[in-house]
């Protein structure tokens, strides 16, 4: 017992509990929809990104359901902006707070944060973002990408991917919905030439969490594109939204990797792709879809997978895919 007693035990012993900080920084009580996959994210960013910060956070789900005035859920210090200068206010905190360090009124510099919906970031919010990137502001910059402005009503955003029915996008007999391609944000911010650009998902938690600790980290602007799951405005059920994260990932429809110094990188790489179906049929948003469109898309999807892969360096694969039998029978 005492050469194999608990503290040796403790090596053996890995749980997430375990390697993650205990403290939360947006708390319990607020108002998002059961099954929000955004306030997960929310919860394990500002996890990350630890104390003495600063957010500066755009009109959106998250401004709505959690700061309801005398009410807050956000441990940091938070300032709610409009939805087309988040990224100026993070320039302008970012901007005083080195001139108080360099006048000697400030011992430490804060960590300084924007957040944004997909609406707010790749949208409204473009310009002013673009602007902080251009000009090497030393911010993180987040998008929360639930691909619609789901808090004023279902309207389609340059997110919102091709094929989506919302409620400015509705499908008939002239329309399939959403006609255009969901909106590269993700190739936008690293063609600014910043330092740091990631994609992430609160499925794949530890992926998240140490993307967002490497971006508060790394010196100059970084952006980080979250897709969040919205039960709401994406019809599903919501016991599923981590499901839908991970099949986002499985099917290729929305890979994980990191952008450094120019440097494309896979950090989540599936065996095998999926395919496209598993991902759209358990949302109601995709219901409408004939074969023919599902088809468009998964071609649609295997041809951006194999441009990033060949923008991480890796050999092409021959992309089979697995049926749900299949995947059965391993």
Same mark, same amino acid.
């Given at each position: 017992?005492?050469?194999?007693?608990?503290?040796?035990?403790?090596?053996?012993?890995?749980?997430?509990?375990?390697?993650? =900080?205990?403290?939360?920084?947006?708390?319990?009580?607020?108002? $998002?929809?059961?099954?929000?996959?955004? $306030?997960?994210?929310?919860?394990?960013?500002?996890?990350?990104?630890?104390?003495?910060?600063?957010?500066?956070?755009?009109?959106?789900?998250?401004?709505?359901?959690?700061?309801?005035?005398?009410?807050?859920?956000?441990?940091? =210090?938070?300032?709610?902006?409009?939805?087309?200068?988040?990224?100026?206010?993070?320039?302008?905190?970012?901007?005083?707070?080195?001139?108080?360090?360099?006048?000697?009124?400030?011992?430490?510099?804060?960590?300084?944060?924007?957040?944004?919906?997909?609406?707010?970031?790749?949208?409204?919010?473009?310009?002013?973002?673009?602007?902080?990137?251009?000009?090497?502001?030393?911010?993180?910059?987040?998008?929360?990408?639930?691909?619609?402005?789901?808090?004023?009503?279902?309207?389609?955003?340059?997110?919102?991917?091709?094929?989506?029915?919302?409620?400015?996008?509705?499908?008939?007999?002239?329309?399939?919905?959403?006609?255009?391609?969901?909106?590269?944000?993700?190739?936008?911010?690293? $063609?600014?030439?910043?330092?740091?650009?990631?994609?992430?998902?609160?499925?794949?938690?530890?992926?998240?969490?140490?993307?967002?600790?490497?971006?508060?980290?790394?010196?100059?602007?970084?952006?980080?594109?979250?897709?969040?799951?919205?039960?709401?405005?994406?019809?599903?059920?919501?016991?599923?939204?981590?499901?839908?994260?991970?099949?986002?990932?499985?099917?290729?429809?929305?890979?994980?990797?990191?952008?450094?110094?120019?440097?494309?990188?896979?950090?989540?790489? =599936?065996?095998?792709?999926? =395919?496209?179906?598993?991902?759209?049929?358990?949302?109601?948003?995709?219901?409408?879809?004939?074969?023919?469109?599902?088809?468009?898309?998964?071609?649609?999807?295997?041809?951006?997978?194999?441009?990033?892969?060949?923008?991480?360096?890796?050999?092409?694969?021959?992309?089979?895919?697995?049926?749900?039998?299949?995947?059965?029978?391993?």
């Amino acid at each position: 017992m005492e050469k194999f007693g608990y503290a040796q035990s403790q090596k053996f012993d890995t749980y997430a509990s375990r390697l993650m =900080p205990r403290k939360e920084y947006f708390t319990s009580g607020h108002r $998002a929809c059961q099954g929000c996959g955004e $306030a997960l994210a929310v919860r394990w960013v500002t996890k990350a990104i630890g104390e003495d910060a600063v957010i500066a956070h755009a009109t959106g789900c998250m401004e709505i359901v959690s700061s309801g005035m005398p009410q807050t859920a956000w441990m940091h =210090p938070w300032i709610h902006v409009a939805f087309e200068n988040t990224a100026a206010v993070a320039s302008g905190l970012e901007t005083g707070f080195r001139i108080l360090a360099r006048k000697g009124k400030l011992a430490k510099l804060p960590k300084v944060v924007a957040m944004g919906g997909d609406g707010g970031t790749t949208d409204i919010g473009l310009q002013a973002l673009s602007g902080a990137l251009e000009r090497g502001h030393n911010f993180t910059y987040v998008c929360w990408d639930n691909e619609a402005y789901m808090n004023t009503g279902i309207q389609r955003s340059s997110s919102t991917p091709y094929g989506a029915m919302t409620t400015t996008s509705p499908p008939g007999k002239l329309s399939i919905g959403q006609t255009t391609q969901k909106k590269n944000m993700v190739a936008i911010a690293v $063609a600014h030439g910043i330092p740091y650009v990631a994609t992430a998902c609160p499925s794949y938690l530890f992926d998240l969490f140490f993307k967002v600790k490497r971006a508060i980290e790394t010196p100059g602007p970084a952006y980080i594109h979250v897709l969040s799951v919205c039960p709401t405005g994406w019809r599903s059920a919501t016991e599923l939204s981590v499901r839908l994260g991970r099949l986002a990932v499985e099917t290729g429809v929305f890979p994980l990797f990191e952008v450094v110094n120019g440097k494309y990188r896979l950090t989540v790489e =599936p065996p095998k792709l999926r =395919p496209v179906n598993d991902y759209l049929k358990i949302q109601g948003r995709f219901r409408h879809l004939r074969d023919k469109e599902r088809a468009f898309i998964q071609r649609h999807t295997l041809a951006a997978y194999q441009l990033l892969l060949e923008k991480c360096g890796a050999s092409y694969p021959e992309f089979p895919v697995i049926s749900e039998t299949e995947e059965e029978s391993e």
